[in-house]
């Protein structure tokens, strides 16, 4: 199992960024799927998750509104789209495995993109 | 939304036993919240250790366990190993969506 994230950077604030998780090694689309960041120094947040098919998602009440997680099983893909980026978005944003019948979710973690938002 | 809470930081000898604990605002921590564990040393993604409140992973090593104590979901550390000092984080799932605890420093010293 490999996961591995792209597209994190420097934002400027009130800016949108879309970070990307390769997934490689398992069976993609029968996997639940989940994005989790942590801030320069803070602990582990739960962002959002996707079903394998896509058709549900959940957010933490933290992240509603601005943060969209979707993927693309044909790709392999994942993604997380993050509008009006704020200074304390800042973080590394990791992509994580949810629950199959093969796996218990939270299993399979990539080494995670860096957004850091400034002016 | 439930907070969930750990010890900021723990010390445990080499060889010694250790217990962390992980708590819901909520009430007590149960089975039906899948408590998780995760281990993340400075520098690297974490790393599962327990998930289902008391399975590890394949790659877990077996002086890690899980379980309930007080109505807390609790790992702990039976002969610990310098190379388990770490930062240790909880999960606990409410209906579908996910908490972290704030996690806890553990040194082994």
């Known amino acids: 199992v490999q996961l591995v994230e792209s597209g994190g950077g420097l934002v400027k604030p009130g800016g949108s960024l879309t970070l990307s998780c390769a997934a490689s090694g398992f069976s993609f689309s029968s996997y639940d799927m989940n994005w989790v960041r942590q801030a320069p120094g803070k602990g582990l947040e739960w962002v959002s998750s996707?079903?394998?098919?896509?058709?549900?998602?959940g957010n933490a009440d933290s992240f509603k509104g601005r943060f969209t997680i979707s993927r693309d099983n044909a790709k392999n893909s994942l993604y997380l789209r993050i509008d009006s980026l704020r200074v304390e978005d800042t973080a590394v944003y990791y992509c994580?495995?949810?629950?199959?019948?093969?796996?218990?979710?939270?299993?399979?973690w990539g080494q995670g993109t860096l957004v850091s938002v400034s002016s | 939304q439930a907070v969930v809470t750990q010890e900021p930081s723990l010390t445990v000898s080499p060889g010694g036993t250790v217990t962390l604990t992980c708590g819901s605002s909520s009430g007590d921590v149960t089975s039906g919240h899948f408590p998780y564990w995760f281990q993340q040393k400075p520098g690297q993604a974490p790393r599962a250790l327990i998930y289902?409140?008391?399975n590890k992973h394949s790659w877990t090593p077996v002086r890690f366990s899980g379980s309930l104590l007080g109505g807390k979901a609790a790992l702990t550390l039976s002969g610990a190993q310098p190379e388990d000092e770490a930062e240790y984080y909880c999960l606990l799932s409410y209906s579908g969506a996910h908490v972290f605890g704030g996690g806890t420093k553990l040194t082994v010293l």
């Open positions: 289902n409140l008391n």
């Open positions: 994580v495995s949810g629950g199959s019948g093969y796996s218990p979710p939270f299993a399979y």
């Open positions: 996707i079903s394998g098919g896509g058709s549900y998602i």
